[in-house]
C-alpha cells in the first residue's frame, strides 16, 4: 500500500500541484484524483511546501501521508498503531521523475476565465517543471475568488484528473504538518 501510494502519479501530482499553487496561507480541501480508471479521495491540508493526505478507506488502513518539501521528507503515519515512516522525499521520484524534490515550480499560462462545478474560475496551461529539463504538462484551473487555490489539474495524455473540492482557506495548527510526539518510528 504504502509504496503503491508514493509511486501513483495522482498522488505525486497532486502533492507537487497543491504545495506550489498556492502563493501565502493555509488551506484545505476535499481531492478526489482519478489515474487509469481508479480513483481515491482524500482530506488535503496544504501550506507552502506542506501538504497532509488524510485517506479512508473501509476495506484496509490508511496511512496519513505528509509530504514536507521544505525538509526533503515524506511521512507516513498510521493513525491505528501509532507510528510512522520517514521516507527521502525522493521516493516520489522512482516513476514520474518531474516530482523530485528540489526544485517544484509550476509555471502557469493564462487561458481563458470560465466556471467549473459553480466557482468561477481561471484555467491555464500549466506544466511542473523539476529544473533538469523533464516537465508534466496539462491544464490547471484555479478559483478566481480565491487566485492561488487549485480546484482541478487534468495531464495533457487524459490520464490523470485531480479535483480539488470544498477548498477553502483555513487556520490549521501548527503542527499539523509534524509527526506527532507519541508516535513511533518504523
Not at 122 to 131: E, F, K, L, T
Not at 135 to 163: H, I, R, T
Request: proline content about 7%; hydrophobic content about 40%.
Amino acid at each position: 500500500m504504502f509504496t503503491y501510494l508514493c509511486r501513483s502519479t495522482w498522488f505525486r501530482a497532486t502533492a507537487a500541484i497543491s504545495a506550489c499553487s498556492t502563493s501565502s496561507g493555509a488551506w484545505r480541501s476535499e481531492v478526489v484524483a482519478t489515474a487509469s480508471g481508479r480513483s481515491t479521495s482524500a482530506t488535503l491540508y496544504a501550506e507552502p511546501q506542506k501538504v497532509r493526505f488524510e485517506t479512508t478507506s473501509s476495506t484496509y488502513i490508511t496511512p496519513t501521508v505528509i509530504v514536507r518539501y521544505d525538509l526533503g521528507l515524506l511521512y507516513l503515519l498510521i493513525p491505528v498503531m501509532q507510528c510512522y515512516l520517514d521516507l527521502p522525499i525522493s521516493v516520489l521520484a522512482n516513476r514520474s521523475r518531474p516530482f523530485r524534490y528540489p526544485p517544484l515550480n509550476l509555471r502557469k499560462v493564462h487561458q481563458e476565465l470560465t466556471e467549473l462545478r459553480g466557482v468561477p474560475a481561471i484555467r491555464y496551461s500549466a506544466r511542473v517543471d523539476d529544473g533538469a529539463g523533464r516537465k508534466f504538462e496539462g491544464s490547471l484551473w484555479e478559483s478566481s475568488l480565491m487566485p492561488g487555490y487549485p480546484l482541478m489539474w487534468k495531464d495533457a495524455a487524459g490520464q490523470m484528473l485531480a479535483k480539488w473540492e470544498k477548498v477553502e482557506a483555513a487556520d490549521l495548527p501548527p503542527d499539523l504538518f509534524d509527526v506527532p510526539a507519541n508516535y513511533i518510528r518504523i
